[in-house]
């Protein structure tokens, strides 16, 4: 069936190096992705969102890339920081808000 | 803006009552809310979705009489675990959207709910 996925369960970097996270998504249909951030004992955090109509976009030090033709999604990471500690999700609007297993990352100091 | 908090923010409670976890949007009207439950190192599990006004919709495997949720106003859902058992206890996670502001949903801090 349509799935979102994450294609590794974790990532470590060491700090102040770039971090990459991939999604894979198999709903062609979706026009809207968004990145989340979830810390330990907390809820998920809005991170970056893109539609279709685009692939890439920038925020603060983040970076969403999306590549339609292979349905897939990154989220790129400049100068990971120890804060950027977390388990991140991505979401697509045709799978409204089931999530993935996620991807933690761990960044050593 | 766009501020989600959940209440109680962690609940011990007995095998067998019933414990009642409040969604509330801020600051913005929450057209519909939607309830997960997150066991640890696992990812977020959808549960229902509500929107004001009307019966949630449950996901498959959700049994809508133990998990009974309310979404009576724009800025209130309520998720009861009845009669509680040691296997509910999980992380209990809160969305809101509001179809003005788009697609994203905002998320509470969650409840952690330990059943003894």
């Known amino acids: 069936g349509e799935s979102v996925g994450l294609h590794l369960p974790t990532l470590s970097v060491q700090e102040g190096d770039n971090s990459i996270i991939n999604c894979a998504y198999s709903n062609s249909a979706s026009d809207y992705f968004i990145w989340y951030k979830q810390e330990s004992g907390k809820g998920p955090q809005f991170i970056i969102d893109?539609?279709?109509?685009?692939d890439k976009r920038q925020g603060q030090r983040v970076t969403v890339l999306l590549n339609k033709t292979v349905k897939h999604l990154s989220l790129q990471i400049a100068a990971t920081q120890p804060g950027d500690s977390a388990v991140y999700f991505c979401a697509e609007s045709a799978n409204d808000m089931r999530f993935g297993a996620g991807t933690r990352l761990t960044v050593k100091p | 803006g766009a501020v989600v908090s959940q209440h109680p923010s962690w609940v011990i409670c007995k095998s067998g009552t019933s414990v009642k976890i409040e969604c509330r949007s801020l600051?913005?009207?929450?057209?519909?809310m939607f309830w997960y439950r997150q066991f640890p190192k696992q990812s977020l599990m959808l549960m229902a979705t509500?929107?004001?006004?009307?019966?949630?919709?449950?996901e498959q495997g959700v049994e809508k009489d133990k998990f009974l949720i309310n979404h009576a106003s724009l800025t209130l859902s309520t998720l009861t675990v009845t009669s509680a058992h040691p296997e509910d206890s999980s992380f209990y996670i809160c969305?809101?959207?509001?179809?003005?502001?788009?697609?994203?949903?905002?998320f509470g801090p969650g409840t952690r709910l330990l059943v003894l």
């Open positions: 600051d913005f009207q929450a057209t519909t």
């Open positions: 893109i539609r279709s109509n685009m």
């Open positions: 969305s809101a959207r509001d179809w003005a502001m788009g697609w994203t949903q905002y």
């Open positions: 509500s929107n004001e006004g009307s019966k949630a919709t449950y």
